[in-house]
Nanobody
């Protein structure tokens, strides 16, 4: 079965940085896209970024573009989200998600496209 485990969340002051990790197992890594989503209290879960493992194609939500960087270490089946210049508005639970890359909508980040999800890691940014 597909398993995804997020780590790296924590408390950071505005302007600081965190790196989130997503450890993947149970599937052929190269066949998949890995997405990052986040959900703040009382709000809908929203897309943040994705990476298509096979070709390295990436996508970022406008609110994080230029501040966040998604990357993968294919030998380790790991995906990372480097978050710089963090803002209080970035406070949320961050989830990684996986789906076969052929089934996702490129140049978009749709929750409904992703079938497997991790449990999330909390990111809190103080002002």
């Amino acid at each position: 079965e597909v398993q995804l485990v997020e780590s790296g969340g924590g408390l950071v002051q505005a302007g600081g940085s965190l790196r989130l990790s997503c450890a993947a197992s149970g599937f052929t890594f190269d066949d998949y896209a890995i997405g990052w989503f986040r959900q703040a209290p009382g709000k809908e879960r929203e897309g943040v970024s994705y990476i298509v493992i096979s070709d390295g194609d990436t996508y970022y939500e406008d609110s994080v573009k230029g501040r966040f960087t998604i990357s993968s270490d294919n030998a380790k089946n790991m995906v990372y989200l480097q978050m710089n210049s963090l803002k209080p508005e970035d406070t949320a639970v961050y989830f990684c998600a996986a789906e076969r890359s052929r089934y996702i909508t490129r140049l978009n980040l749709l929750r409904s496209d992703f079938g497997s999800w991790g449990q999330g890691t909390q990111v809190t940014v103080s002002s």
